[in-house]
Nanobody
Framework: QVQPVESGGGLVQAGGSLRLSCAAS????????VAWFRQAPGKEREFVAA???????YYAHFVRGRFTISRDKAKNTVYLQMNSLNPEDTAVYYC????????????????WGQGTQVTVSS
């Protein structure tokens, strides 16, 4: 499918971990920028992490070493490993991808997934 598909969300206690997955059949998915965004109720969508065309990683400051973005090209899948979760991380998490090279720390992506809910309890 052209549209990325996220999975792995759920309910966890504060301090817990989740690994989100994002898969797509689009042939450019393995080679061009891919990013994770999130949106909490009543708030704007915000950048979380990204991989550039050279597989350089980029993270929002609030990650503070807790999250790791990676990819498995053989599986056409991108991951977001989230550790030390807190209630402020509660949001719908979206995977987005580009079909050509370009800046990664932007919301100007070509394809977006439907989102997966992450809820962190106190």
């Amino acid at each position: 499918q052209v549209q990325p598909v996220e999975s792995g969300g759920g309910l966890v206690q504060a301090g817990g971990s989740l690994r989100l997955s994002c898969a797509a059949s689009e042939r450019t998915f393995n080679w061009y920028p891919v990013a994770w965004f999130r949106q909490a109720p009543g708030k704007e969508r915000e950048f979380v992490a990204a991989l550039s065309v050279s597989d350089t990683t980029y993270y929002a400051h609030f990650v503070r070493g807790r999250f790791t973005i990676s990819r498995d090209k053989a599986k056409n899948t991108v991951y977001l490993q989230m550790n030390s979760l807190n209630p402020e991380d509660t949001a719908v998490y979206y995977c987005a991808s580009k079909r050509s090279p370009g800046p990664v720390q932007t919301d100007q992506y070509d394809d977006w997934g439907q989102g997966t809910q992450v809820t962190v309890s106190s």
